[in-house]
């Protein structure tokens, strides 16, 4: 009987998979209408979606004069697009992340996986509750999240070995667009370059056509940098830039000259206060200016950022091994940890947040071993690389994740794990490749010695 009941679900399943993407659509769809009806049917707002709606509202305007520069504008035009109607913005982020898991499932085909475990391990990866939650949040993850699945899809399909001129434009103009979402991206276009250099190793490689790649987001960062520069007479991507950098100082910011006593005392002071009643230490700095420590000294906030960069700048050049530790042991280790983002005030029934927290307990400790075992892969297919050359999939996956995990950690601390979350489906990835690698290697080693 027994038999007859797995004979049956195998059947089915089988019948299941045969037209996968519409299924995977369906399963999709359910799964956000399930949380959305059921759990949390709102559009969540952080502090940090109000630089967003604000952008918007200049673009919406057609005048981007006088704008403090807090924001870029890939997000926000997004939101000017649905005419700052949020509940359209959130049915657009359900609506790529439906997208977003078909391009893994093709991922994993173009990976060598069979049809049936690619729609399993789909389905696997799209069932982490903090991809519904991300898509609910007026926040830039989402997009991103999108954005690096149309980049990893691209990978798979081995672009970069059949580069023409359209491509290299096409490419050139997505991470133009994925800078003005998050100008921090900008490092990409510049890491596809040493793909191809490794690939091809000659000057001609990087001094040819091949240079269009980076031509766009350079023209998208440096053009934001100079909107900022003629609004705010400060040349840079974002007017947090002083901020972050003073972030990355929280634990040795007393550690400075006395020219900047005006800064760090009150840093420290609002650290300590954090560190004692349980805050979030990365904030000190923004606890300092929200609480008026600094409102004496008459500066903007785009004035005061400056004045941080110019302190922060000191603060690490005099105190390199203590910067060294927090990047290392805070803002890097912080990047491997599972992230999810909520309003507990927004579920639709009590104790809703209690039961999803009970789901996000289990599938952080999922998250976290898969990560874990991404990490401990990394020196593996680096020196898989260095002893044979061979610029492959995984090795060009490993090098974007492991890249963006120290650059976050050199420029920011306190959203870490945040830049963590886009890459999360390539890490299991990754992971199960290795795995299905092995037991593929194991298998033929076995059948070897069968037919001896």
Not at 72 to 101: A, C, D, H, W
Request: aromatic share 22%; glycine share 4%.
């Amino acid at each position: 009987m027994i038999e007859n009941i797995l004979k049956k679900i195998n059947e089915f399943f089988d019948d299941f998979i045969k037209k996968p993407i519409r299924n995977l659509v369906i399963y999709g769809i359910l799964f956000r209408a399930f949380f959305f009806l059921i759990f949390y049917a709102s559009v969540t707002l952080f502090p940090d979606s109000d630089g967003y709606i604000e952008l918007t509202k200049c673009i919406s305007s057609f005048n981007l004069e006088g704008y403090h520069g807090l924001r870029s504008l890939g997000y926000p035009i997004v939101i000017s697009f649905f005419n700052e109607n949020l509940y359209l913005v959130l049915i657009f982020q359900f609506t790529i992340g439906i997208i977003s898991m078909i391009l893994w499932f093709r991922i994993l085909l173009n990976f060598k996986f069979t049809l049936k475990s690619s729609f399993i391990i789909t389905i696997f990866l799209s069932s982490f509750i903090n991809i519904f939650f991300y898509e609910t949040c007026i926040l830039v993850e989402s997009l991103v999240l999108f954005m690096m699945s149309v980049l990893f899809y691209l990978i798979s399909i081995k672009i970069l070995d059949r580069l023409n001129i359209v491509s290299l434009i096409g490419l050139s103009l997505f991470f133009s667009y994925l800078v003005l979402i998050k100008p921090f991206y900008a490092f990409l276009p510049f890491l596809f370059l040493l793909f191809l250099f490794l690939k091809k190793p000659k000057f001609k490689t990087i001094l040819s056509q091949n240079l269009i790649l980076i031509v766009f987001p350079l023209f998208a960062y440096y053009g934001w940098c100079y909107v900022n520069k003629v609004n705010t007479g400060y040349f840079a991507a974002t007017s947090y830039y002083g901020l972050t950098n003073a972030q990355n100082c929280v634990y040795f910011a007393e550690k400075t000259p006395k020219e900047f006593d005006w800064i760090s005392k009150p840093y420290v002071q609002y650290r300590e206060m954090a560190i004692k009643e349980n805050k979030d230490v990365a904030m000190s700095i923004w606890f300092a200016y929200e609480d008026g420590a600094y409102d004496k000294y008459n500066l903007t906030f785009q004035e005061f950022s400056i004045e941080l960069g110019k302190f922060a700048k000191v603060a690490i050049k005099e105190n390199p091994l203590d910067y060294l530790k927090q990047v290392i042991f805070r803002s890097w280790f912080n990047f491997w940890k599972p992230t999810i983002k909520f309003n507990d005030s927004k579920f639709n029934f009590k104790y809703g947040n209690k039961l999803c927290m009970g789901i996000w307990y289990i599938q952080y400790a999922i998250l976290t071993f898969f990560r874990l075992l991404f990490v401990i892969l990394i020196p593996y297919y680096l020196y898989l690389f260095f002893k044979t050359k061979d610029l492959s999939n995984e090795v060009i996956s490993i090098v974007i994740v492991f890249s963006n995990s120290i650059l976050q950690a050199l420029v920011t601390f306190g959203t870490n794990d945040r830049y963590s979350f886009p890459f999360e489906f390539i890490m299991i990835i990754v992971v199960l490749l290795f795995l299905k690698d092995k037991i593929q290697l194991k298998r033929n080693k076995i059948r070897s010695c069968l037919k001896i």
